[in-house]
């Protein structure tokens, strides 16, 4: 019998061997651009183009910026507009593939799935990346818009594909009812959600489930729990006070230090295993892709320096007796509160009103 990776595979269109998104090989790894324009202080252009470039070279080729990583003057498409301005050789199709969320109102992160708004965010993410000569292969709506039918949304973004404007079309942070809604209106070329060993309610809420059944791979973003997982932050000093993860309830103070003991238990294992636990921690997810009735899933660490790039892409090789103590692991401390707060809370695993025709 196939197994359910070749059976993803083969939806993909790709060998038993080679992930392919919207048609372009793709390395198991990605890459998170977010950090490099959506921080207080953004790293220098020559800095993250040495980041860039040192993902590039450890083969991790399909980037995951957003419009909404900055603002409407400055963002990942901006960035990259200047990354491939400066290498013309690395916007040739497929080098890399490039991943945008959009579909939020301008300088704001509001869902807005409208067919008017849809439309605004596709063509400035078209546009602006157009200007180095580098076609977008993937956008996807960063959220769920909960005023909005998703199928409006996709309806309208299929446009571009079919105009052969857009490589493919992706979605972001939804339910599994939000997958099969959008899959009967086009192909979904990939589905991004958080999903971690600090992360890991894809696996109960029916999302995994989903992508698996419908050959749609998973790009888990946060793979490192937002640095959690490294081991680099012991205590909340570690975390800049102007930094949003102090807004997030996992990292509040009354929930941090209890959350310090999957790091702590982790770190045991990477250090027999000579290794992070961050290294630990995306070995993995890549371990349980494909696997186990899961469906293929990219991690996609950011990292706004060369050196925690190569760090990031660095395999370890796990026994299935080092993934069962994982798992036990997690069976056994609870990660106490939310993934997010206040309004944004409200759209984890976004759905939308049904249609009406």
Known sequence: MVSLLNKAQSALGMDKDQLTITGYPVHSTGYGLMGLTWRANPPPQEQAFAAMKTALH??????????????????????????????????????????????????????????????????????????SGKKL?????????????????????????????????????CSADSIRRASKVATISAVEVEFSLWATEILDNGVAQTCAELGIPIVAYSPLGRGFLTGQIKSLDDIPEQDFRRTLPRFSPENFEKNLKLVDELKKLADKKGCTPGQVGTSWIKYKSGRDGLPVIIPIPGATTAERVAENMVDVELSANDVKEIDSLLASVEITGGRYGGHAAHLEFGDSPPLKE
Do not use: M
């Open 58 to 131: 450890h083969g991790a080729n399909f980037w995951n910026g957003g419009e909404i990583y900055g603002t409407a003057e400055r963002n990942s498409l901006h960035l990259l507009q200047e990354y491939f301005a400066k290498y013309p050789e690395d916007a040739k199709d497929g080098k890399i593939v490039i991943s945008i969320k959009g579909g939020c109102e301008p300088n704001t992160v509001k869902p807005n799935g409208s067919a008017e708004n849809t439309k605004r965010s596709i063509q400035e993410c078209v546009d602006v990346l157009g200007k």
């Open 137 to 173: 292969d993937l956008w996807e709506s960063a959220r769920v818009d909960p005023e909005t039918p998703i199928e409006i949304t996709i309806r309208t973004a299929k446009e571009f594909v079919d105009a052969g404007k857009l490589g493919g079309i992706s979605l972001s942070e």
